[in-house]
C-alpha cells in the first residue's frame, strides 16, 4: 500500500496543524499531491493505464479547486502552501 496510515498522518500533522485534523485546506491539498505524485511515477511506467490517468485527472482538478478556495478565503495561506509544496502556479 503506497499510503501508509502513518505517511497520512505525517502529512496532515506538517501541513494542516496537527495529524488529526484532517479537514484543513491545507492537508488536503498536500495529500492530493502527494498522490498526484504517485501516479504520475506509476503512469510513466505504464503508459496505457487510462483508468488511472483520469483518476489523476481527477484528483489535479479537486487540487485546483482547493487551491481556488484557498485563495478566495486567505491569500497568504495560499501563497505559503503553494510555495512550501513548489507548485508552478
Given at each position: 500500500?503506497?499510503?501508509a496510515?502513518?505517511?497520512?498522518?505525517?502529512i496532515?500533522?506538517?501541513y494542516?496543524?496537527?495529524?488529526t485534523?484532517t479537514?484543513?485546506s491545507?492537508?488536503?491539498?498536500?495529500l492530493?499531491?502527494?498522490?498526484?505524485s504517485?501516479?504520475?511515477?506509476?503512469?510513466k511506467k505504464?503508459?496505457?493505464?487510462?483508468n488511472?490517468q483520469?483518476?489523476?485527472?481527477?484528483?489535479?482538478?479537486?487540487r485546483?479547486?482547493?487551491l481556488d478556495y484557498?485563495?478566495f478565503?486567505?491569500?497568504?495561506?495560499?501563497?505559503?502552501?503553494?510555495?512550501?509544496?513548489?507548485?508552478r502556479?
Amino acid at each position: 500500500m503506497y499510503l501508509a496510515p502513518e505517511k497520512k498522518k505525517e502529512i496532515f500533522a506538517k501541513y494542516g496543524g496537527s495529524e488529526t485534523n484532517t479537514g484543513s485546506s491545507e492537508g488536503k491539498i498536500a495529500l492530493f499531491s502527494y498522490r498526484i505524485s504517485h501516479l504520475t511515477e506509476h503512469l510513466k511506467k505504464n503508459r496505457h493505464d487510462y483508468n488511472t490517468q483520469r483518476a489523476l485527472q481527477l484528483l489535479v482538478g479537486k487540487r485546483r479547486s482547493l487551491l481556488d478556495y484557498l485563495k478566495f478565503k486567505d491569500i497568504s495561506r495560499y501563497r505559503a502552501i503553494v510555495k512550501e509544496l513548489g507548485l508552478r502556479r
